[in-house]
T-cell receptor
Framework: GNSVTQMEGPVTLSEEAFLTINCTYTATGYPSLFWYVQYPGEGLQLLLKATKADDKGSNKGFEATYRKETTSFHLEKGSVQVSDSAVYFCALATNAGGTSYGKLTFGQGTILTVHP | KAGVTQTPRYLIKTRGQQVTLSCSPISGHRSVSWYQQTPGQGLQFLFEYFSETQRNKGNFPGRFSGRQFSNSRSEMNVSTLELGDSALYLC?????????????FGSGTRLTVV
């Protein structure tokens, strides 16, 4: 079945530091990959996505590249801000049949705290 | 345009009761899926509906059920509530099944079972 593994958290950084959150996956078929962000008390917001190998998703200074050879989709940002403090989820969806169809499989989430 | 709307936002129920949660998808979206989020288990898939038909179901007991109406609005029901059902229940909608564009989530319903 499908699975997503994220780096253990929490991650604590100072403002303007470089951020990397690792994500690796196992999937049947050809997955689309996503990063979602969850702010306190809210639902999930789609941060970025990539639908095929070597695609780079980007949004609000965040980037992630779909690496099929290493089955990875690491999230990066060059200079984090206090407002980036949130929980980040890596996820995948496939168009394979059976029990994988029509659903997202999530990693366990990584708590990011950015201090001024 | 309006996002995914979930009602109510907060709910407190007593063990043994039943509860119904509602989700209105983005206009034009036909796929609605439900997830349970808990600190211990993370985000777990409950079920997914497309054009009023359940297309996929996660590994939850039969106490968890759902349905989708002709206007794509969806409800999920949990009967005989247990303390462990306390969670944030998230609904997500998309234009189609297994979309490459991603799913749009609502703000969730926070269910507390006492």
């Amino acid at each position: 079945g499908n699975s997503v593994t994220q780096m253990e958290g929490p991650v604590t950084l100072s403002e303007e530091a470089f951020l990397t959150i690792n994500c690796t996956y196992t999937a049947t078929g050809y997955p689309s990959l996503f990063w979602y962000v969850q702010y306190p008390g809210e639902g999930l917001q789609l941060l970025l996505k990539a639908t095929k190998a070597d695609d780079k998703g980007s949004n609000k200074g965040f980037e992630a590249t779909y690496r099929k050879e290493t089955t990875s989709f690491h999230l990066e940002k060059g200079s984090v801000q206090v407002s980036d403090s949130a929980v980040y989820f890596c996820a995948l969806a496939t168009n394979a049949g059976g029990t994988s169809y029509g659903k997202l499989t999530f990693g366990q989430g990584t708590i990011l705290t950015v201090h001024p | 345009k309006a996002g995914v709307t979930q009602t109510p936002r907060y709910l407190i129920k007593t063990r043994g009761q039943q509860v119904t949660l509602s989700c209105s998808p983005i206009s034009g979206h036909r796929s609605v899926s439900w997830y349970q989020q808990t600190p211990g288990q993370g985000l777990q898939f409950l079920f997914e509906y497309f054009s009023e038909t359940q297309r996929n179901k996660g590994n939850f007991p039969g106490r968890f059920s759902g349905r989708q109406f002709s206007n794509s609005r969806s409800e999920m029901n949990v009967s005989t509530l247990e303390l462990g059902d306390s969670a944030l229940y998230l609904c997500a909608s998309s234009l189609e099944l297994a979309p490459a564009g991603g799913y749009t989530f609502g703000s969730g319903t926070r269910l507390t079972v006492v």
